[in-house]
């Protein structure tokens, strides 16, 4: 994600209730430098976090790019299992003790609120566990992170681990309990609910389960489990449950990955009924086969159909249900794209104003726009393409052959930019059902090291394809 995209979504997560948002690693680059500081200071009514190792200079960043912020945390993490120790840290145990101790005592006199986080914690000595703990507590943590780093733990082992800390911790008063699962052996979520159970006052989670490797516990499934089982784990959360999807929803666009359709809580068979059995069950009683509703996390059946004849009026009523809050430039261009679909499609479905809505989330400076195409494709001859960019007022054209329509077209525009980022990847998919089913094209291009994504929405997959490409085109080039 762009730093664009990053804010969007900061403020989507501010919406959702969260209490903190780890908004990234500071030291890592100058633009997650500049990420964090952006979201620190527009980002206000929850917790900003900062990530850094145990050293002075990720501390001093973070703190640079939080300092702005009401409620800031610096979040430092070190290692502390034997393995990490000694094939990567090349530190004893000893040594990894006082640097816990010195950087955290570091950052306390920078920022009132500190996090440690100890890697790699469900494969680390719990004896040792709780002496490191103890450490960072005295140096002033207010936040101790449990972290099943490697995803290595199984529920019962998580609620032990969590038990067993806080039962030997010098002073579990003082301190805010935290887990950190990941999901390798796909036990994110129930271990992060062990560890709830377990004592756990904080679970560290992400949307849609996004995160390293198999990624990690996904926030919707952890916080509508709490709800949905509130006899069993008597707990809860400030989440605004109605606005999981749309953040789910904008997650996936904004990254271009999309959700699996079986993926709990926020896939589109999450409150899907096939089976006929299923389908009587829910017709006389919905609790026979939903736990939860749709519309508890955000989803709304149709209410009204949505055509040509419909109004702003009735467009932006759909959008309130839908969850949406988007400034009026961002409404009336999504209204005008909206009659040009309706214009195309008999009826427009709410994930067609969905996807017509995101597309139009974070404007970028458009250096380039479609202004006309022309394709010819066929087996008994080559695949031409005549494209047509509008810049500055000045109409650019080129033609190219390709191995198809879609290759000749992106080697027309790269004639026309003069560029030359390379493809890393494309993708097409239908956002709705149907003969007239508008087509959301995603691609991937390579900016020296860093891939940027594009999107284009059309009912022609041509035309999605080459707005998706010339929308990546302008991300780079901004």
């Known amino acids: 994600m762009n730093i664009h995209e990053k804010l969007e979504m900061a403020r989507q997560l501010e919406r959702l209730g969260v209490d903190v948002i780890e908004a990234g690693f500071p030291i890592a680059s100058p633009e ?9 200071r527009e980002v206000q009514s929850c917790r900003i976090a900062g990530l850094c190792r145990a050293v002075k200079g990720d501390i001093d960043c973070a703190w640079e790019a939080l300092k702005g912020h009401p409620d800031p945390m610096i979040h430092v993490f070190l290692a502390t299992s034997d393995i990490h120790l000694e094939a990567k840290l090349h530190k004893t145990r000893e040594e990894v003790l006082e640097q816990v101790r010195e950087m955290v005592a570091y950052a306390k006199t920078m920022c009132p609120s500190v996090e440690f986080s100890a890697e790699d914690a469900s494969r680390s000595d719990r004896d040792y566990l709780v002496q490191v703990f103890d450490a960072a507590e005295e140096a002033g943590a207010g936040v101790l992170n449990i972290p099943d780093t490697v995803g290595y733990a199984t529920p019962v082992e998580m609620e032990e681990l969590v038990r067993y800390v806080k039962e030997h911790l010098k002073h579990p008063d003082r301190v805010i309990l935290s887990v950190h699962c990941h999901n390798d052996l796909g036990m994110g979520v129930a271990n992060s609910l062990a560890g709830m159970q377990g004592g756990a006052d904080q679970i560290e989670c992400t949307v849609n389960g996004i995160g390293e490797r198999a990624g990690n516990a996904a926030l919707e499934e952890i916080v509508m489990a ?6 069993l784990y008597g707990s809860q959360t400030g989440v605004d449950t109605q606005q999981i999807y749309r953040t789910s929803k904008l997650l996936s666009t904004v990254t271009g990955v999309q959700v ?43 209410r009204m159909v949505l055509g040509k004849h419909s109004g702003r009026h009735a467009f932006e009523e759909r959008l309130d249900q839908l969850g949406y809050r988007i400034p009026e430039s961002v409404l009336e261009q999504s209204f005008e794209k909206f009659k040009v679909l309706a214009d195309r499609k008999k009826i427009v479905t709410d994930r067609d104003i969905e996807a017509l809505v995101s597309s139009n989330r974070y404007q970028i400076p458009e250096t380039y726009t479609l202004d006309s195409f022309v394709v010819n494709s066929g087996t008994v001859i080559s695949a031409t393409a005549v494209v047509k960019l509008m810049k500055d007022g000045e109409s650019k054209e080129h033609v190219a052959r390709g191995e198809g329509p879609i290759d000749a077209a992106f080697k027309a525009i790269d004639r026309i930019v003069k560029q030359g980022f390379p493809l890393k990847n494309y993708s097409i998919q239908s956002v709705t059902e149907g003969e007239d089913a508008l087509g959301e094209v995603v691609v991937k291009i390579l900016k020296d090291d860093e891939t940027i994504t594009g999107r284009g929405l059309s009912t022609d997959i041509i035309e999605a ?14």
């Open 465 to 478: 394809s080459i707005r998706a490409y010339v929308n990546a085109i302008n991300k780079a080039i901004m």
């Open 226 to 231: 709490i709800k949905t089982r509130a006899n």
């Open 32 to 40: 997650d430098f500049e990420s964090v500081q952006q979201i620190a």
């Open 260 to 302: 699996p359709p079986n993926k709990a809580v926020v896939g589109d068979n999450a409150f899907a009924h096939e089976a006929g059995i299923h389908q009587h069950g829910v017709i006389n009683n919905r609790l026979t086969y939903e736990i939860m509703s749709p519309e508890s996390v955000g989803i709304y059946q149709n």
